[in-house]
T-cell receptor, first 117, second 115 residues
């Protein structure tokens, strides 16, 4: 079963506009973490934002915010005021299990975001 | 810059050959994870090493093996290469079972092509 689903293979957004990248997940583990990575064409995975399953508030990191809807099992990434440098692949991922020790991380298939001047 | 380096950057091998990829972890990090990322896909977890012992493995056959050294650098070895092994291989280092992804740092990857 697909654990992380990203249904948008590609997205376009106008510079300075906001964009939402969708992510749904599936797990029976009560303790899990959800996060987003950015991967530019250079290949390096860049951590953007993290949401723990027990966190009460939605996570925010600068222009990035995570819209966490636990009942719907969704963890959408919102990028505000898009910049040309935001053009990249974006991956949603999930960590299952308690913190510390071995933790398996599952990635989605990614969404390619292109910011238009 | 994450402080995690990988070598080589690119590699071309022939089907049936063996390959060794290397990763140098960020200073002080005792845990390393390896991922395979096929073109157009998300990374898939291969295995994780903690203090020189494998402590977790994804759905990869035994011909994928690894080593972690006392200085916490590590290797990924793949025997009997197949065409489907062509991918970007990423390593990520962390300190003893990270609690948040920001504590896991990825290297730039090694692009392996099998012909």
């Amino acid at each position: 079963a697909q654990k992380i689903t990203q249904t948008q293979p590609g997205m376009f957004v106008q510079e300075k506009e906001a964009v939402t990248l969708d992510c749904t997940y599936d797990t029976s583990d009560p303790s899990y973490g959800l996060f987003w990575y950015k991967q530019p064409s250079s290949g390096e995975m860049i951590f953007l934002i993290y949401q723990g399953s027990y966190d009460q508030q939605n996570a925010t990191e600068g222009r990035y915010s995570l819209n966490f809807q636990k009942a719907r099992k969704s963890a959408n990434l919102v990028i505000s005021a898009s910049q040309l440098g935001d053009s990249a692949m974006y991956f949603c991922a999930m960590r299952e299990g308690e913190s510390g020790g071995y933790q398996k991380v599952t990635f989605g298939t990614g969404t390619k975001l292109q910011v238009i001047p | 810059e994450t402080g995690v380096t990988q070598s080589p950057t690119h590699l071309i091998k022939t089907r049936g050959q063996q390959v060794t990829l290397r990763c140098s972890s960020q200073s002080g990090h005792n845990t390393v994870s390896w991922y395979q990322q096929a073109l157009g896909q998300g990374p898939q977890f291969i295995f994780q090493y903690y203090r020189e012992e494998e402590n977790g493995r994804g759905n990869f056959p035994p011909r994928f093996s690894g080593l972690q050294f006392p200085n916490y650098s590590s290797e990924l070895n793949v025997n009997a290469l197949e065409l489907d092994d062509s991918a970007l291989y990423l390593c990520a280092s962390s300190l003893g079972g990270w609690t948040k992804p920001s504590e896991q740092y990825f290297g730039p990857g090694t692009r392996l092509t099998v012909t």
